[in-house]
């Protein structure tokens, strides 16, 4: 990785604001000419706190939520993009469920999946399988939550993503070495390519990583004890909104939330 891409961290140390759980910001470079450039990453210990995909769809709900609404009303202590959806603003463009109830049955070609809350103890309680080099079809059945999503780096860690000329605010998750969740926002707007060597270079252990959104509908929102610690939404996207003036949170139709066990 290039000097121009190193990243800097901006504080010593995680700030840890519940047990298993911790918020780190860290800077990137290059810096881009839109937002701050800043990366916040939400680390969650799963052996401390379940994770469940929160889908209004599958809940029936008349409205679509926005990030803060999901937590407000479903009382989760913080949520993240689950997925891009498609025009109907409900269904997830690839497999989703939770449980018995499906939003989405049809596999897509992409490589990742969320994989949670596992029926057998033995398993991670949450991983994100790469359909590349691990048996999903063994390994999903064995989960209650199943989010496929487009994988970021592969199985060695290597940037599978060609570079490009657009460039967006960017949601996703990760995992680390120690098989803790990372929720990944960056407001200023980054080709994918681009931000995933900035990632690959944080002192964050980033073992996995899968896209979930991108633009003004990228969000992550983490409220403790009655106190918002994370608040970040998306503004930037080429083609489609080119400025970084969004300030307001947009409904998801389907987010990874989470809580303490």
Request: charged fraction near 20%; glycine fraction near 8%; include cysteine.
């Amino acid at each position: 990785m290039s000097a121009s891409l190193a990243a800097l961290v901006l504080a010593a140390a995680w700030q840890g604001v519940a047990p298993g759980l911790e918020v780190g910001r860290f800077e990137a470079l290059p810096r881009s000419d839109a937002g701050d450039s800043i990366v916040t990453v939400v680390r969650v210990d799963p052996a401390r706190h379940a994770f469940r995909l929160l889908s209004a769809g599958l809940l029936g709900l008349p409205r679509v939520p926005t990030a803060p609404e999901w937590v407000e009303e479903q009382r989760v202590v913080g949520v993240i993009n689950a997925s891009m959806f498609r025009d109907d603003h409900r269904t997830s463009l690839g497999y989703m469920r939770d449980g018995e109830r499906v939003n989405n049955r049809t596999w897509t070609r992409d490589n990742a999946v969320f994989a949670a809350e596992p029926s057998d103890g033995r398993l991670p309680p949450v991983q994100i399988i790469d359909r590349t080099c691990q048996d999903a079809n063994r390994l999903g059945p064995q989960y209650r939550v199943l989010v496929q999503n487009v994988r970021m780096i592969d199985c060695q860690r290597r940037n599978v993503w060609a570079q490009q000329p657009r460039r967006w605010s960017t949601a996703c998750v990760g995992t680390d070495g120690d098989g803790r969740v990372l929720l990944v926002h960056c407001r200023s707007p980054y080709s994918t390519h681009t931000l995933i060597d900035v990632l690959l270079g944080l002192p964050i252990g980033l073992t996995r990583l899968m896209y979930v959104e991108g633009g003004p509908e990228a969000s992550l929102y983490l409220k403790v004890d009655g106190k918002i610690v994370v608040s970040e939404v998306g503004s930037y996207e080429t083609g489609f909104w080119e400025n970084d003036t969004n300030h307001a949170f947009w409904p998801l139709p389907n987010v990874i939330a989470f809580s303490a066990r």
